[in-house]
């Protein structure tokens, strides 16, 4: 599985930083010979079509040769152990194994639970629930109407000076306490339909618990299984490695399988990296032939660990001593200045790492506060809103709940776009197993929605401006680059694109409304270096 690699090119001085990075002409050269074997091999076409995560490790052996491991997440066709590929770091698809045995029992659990919900009697039992209760809400709907029309003929006798005044009141009285027996009325004959769901439910609700706690069981025995190495040569256990239970998956991508077969053949990691093969998920965006960093959800508490005894690259993205901001306007309560790409907006994880709100503290120390009111992503430049006041930081934010404030986003995307005039509307989330990554999600993701023009094409590409009318994470970084949306990536978009310098996004054009003197104010930000 150590594939020689030719070549005189000269390894990197450190070890990949797998969160973010610029793949390694090594690891490009080990990436096209794994794109040239899996081209070959016929049965797997189908499948791979689908799109597949593929991932190379540049190792040095023994002898002072250069060749690479490759490896592919989670299964192919059903198998995890194909020849010319690294294994499992554990093979739990052994027919005969605990895995699989506890997986039937599983699977017939999942059949008894499936059965249950299908018992005619619990059917019928439901639907008599549902009908006694459409027939209470349209009962009581009447009464109230009728309530509410006699109730109209007493204020108008009232008003006509007409009529017995305390006739009027027993009346009143009376027709509320008949609602209130009805609605008794109506509660009991629901409770007692209920009660006789309570033998089948009660059966659902145990064998639902008991599929449940077996299926913990199962996971937590399965990450005690995976034993993991570092260049150090120390093992622990997967499950050892994260507080709680890991997720689903865990332990079956690329990285950590690489980097355990290394270890345990005496190879020396040089450089790593992962591509995408085939087409893009539905949900989450992948380009063919991209280069994609570790997920963070599944394999940074291990790769943590497995990269102890490494000298690894440090993160990229934690530079910026030198970065500071462009003052655009500055008053008693407010500022407004122009980040440069490269910086954080706020603190991160890593509070030593440079931010405007650090910044623009240090630069007005005599105000109460200075706190962006929004914020930029860490790769976008452009113009920030800064509070001053605690008392204008709630009043921006109040205009930015409100849709009051309009931002234009300058963006080159890598390809040309047709129409002059467009809208997308993509629902997203938060990737739970992925962050920052956000995915497309029509049933759980919040509305997302994106107004573009074209402004001229720049070679291949196209410059557009952007105006997002809510303010979802990446919301205009995925817009671009989902197929259902422009299906043009930004330019070094690392995330949704193909990376590469800088992400060519710039925050352009502010308008809001002074809280204090109520004069609607617009800025422009400088001209972007990418244009």
């Not at 003929?153 to 009027?168: I, K, L, P, S, Y």
């Amino acid at each position: 599985m150590f594939h020689l690699l030719p070549t005189t090119l000269t390894p990197p001085a450190r070890f990949t930083y797998p969160y973010y990075y610029t793949p390694d002409p090594l690891c490009c050269l080990a990436a096209e010979q794994v794109r040239a074997y899996i081209g070959q091999q016929s049965a797997w076409q189908a499948e791979l079509a689908r799109g597949k995560m593929f991932g190379v490790l540049v190792c040095r052996d023994a002898g002072g040769r250069i060749g690479f491991l490759a490896a592919y997440s989670g299964l192919l066709s059903e198998r995890g152990d194909w020849p010319w590929f690294v294994p499992l770091i554990y093979d739990s698809q052994q027919e005969d194994g605990t895995f699989k045995r506890e997986e039937r029992r599983l699977d017939a659990l999942t059949r008894d639970i499936a059965l249950a919900e299908a018992d005619e009697a619990l059917q019928q039992l439901r639907a008599r629930v549902c009908t006694i209760k459409k027939e209470a809400e349209a009962d009581l709907a009447a009464a109230r109407q009728h309530i509410a029309a006699r109730k109209a003929e007493r204020d108008a006798a009232r008003c006509a000076g007409c009529g017995d005044e305390a006739a009027r009141v027993r009346e009143s009285q009376h027709l509320k306490a008949c609602l209130r027996r009805r609605k008794q009325e109506w509660l009991s004959r629901i409770a007692a339909a209920e009660l006789a769901l309570c033998p089948y439910t009660d059966r659902l609700d145990a064998l639902r618990r008991q599929r449940k706690s077996s299926s913990e069981a199962l996971q937590r025995w399965l990450f005690t299984q995976y034993v993991v190495r570092n260049a150090l040569g120390q093992s622990r256990a997967v499950i050892d490695l994260f507080e709680g239970l890991p997720p689903s998956g865990t332990g079956d991508c690329c990285a950590p399988k690489l980097l355990q077969h290394a270890y345990l053949h005496g190879l020396t990691p040089l450089c790593m990296a992962e591509f995408w093969y085939g087409a893009s998920p539905r949900t989450t965006i992948r380009h063919d032939g991209a280069y994609y960093p570790a997920c963070r959800g599944k394999c940074k508490p291990i790769l943590d660990f497995m990269m102890q005894g490494l000298d690894v690259a440090p993160n990229p993205l934690a530079v910026g001593a030198d970065l500071t901001v462009e003052v655009r306007y500055k008053d008693d309560c407010l500022a407004v200045v122009e980040k440069p790409a490269g910086l954080l907006s706020v603190p991160g994880r890593d509070t030593h790492q440079p931010s405007v709100s650090a910044l623009v503290a240090r630069l007005w120390p005599e105000a109460d506060c200075a706190l962006p009111v929004h914020r930029l992503d860490m790769a976008t430049s452009g113009l920030l809103l800064i509070a001053l006041t605690p008392s204008t930081f709630v009043a921006l934010q109040r205009q930015f709940a409100q849709r009051e404030v309009t931002k234009r986003y300058l963006a080159l995307v890598d390809g040309i776009v047709r129409q002059r005039t467009f809208t997308i509307a993509l629902p997203l989330r938060p990737d739970p197993l992925d962050r920052p990554r956000q995915v497309v999600d029509a049933v759980h993701g919040k509305p997302a929605l994106t107004r573009g023009e074209i402004l001229r094409t720049i070679g291949a590409r196209t410059l557009v401006r952007l105006t997002p009318e809510t303010g979802r994470t990446h919301q205009l970084r995925v817009h671009c680059a989902h197929p259902e949306g422009l299906g043009l990536p930004i330019v070094g978009d690392a995330l949704y694109g193909t990376g590469g310098g800088r992400l060519c996004l710039h925050a352009a054009e502010l308008t809001f409304r002074h809280p204090q003197s109520g004069e609607w104010l617009t800025f422009n930000a400088a001209k972007p270096d990418f244009i």
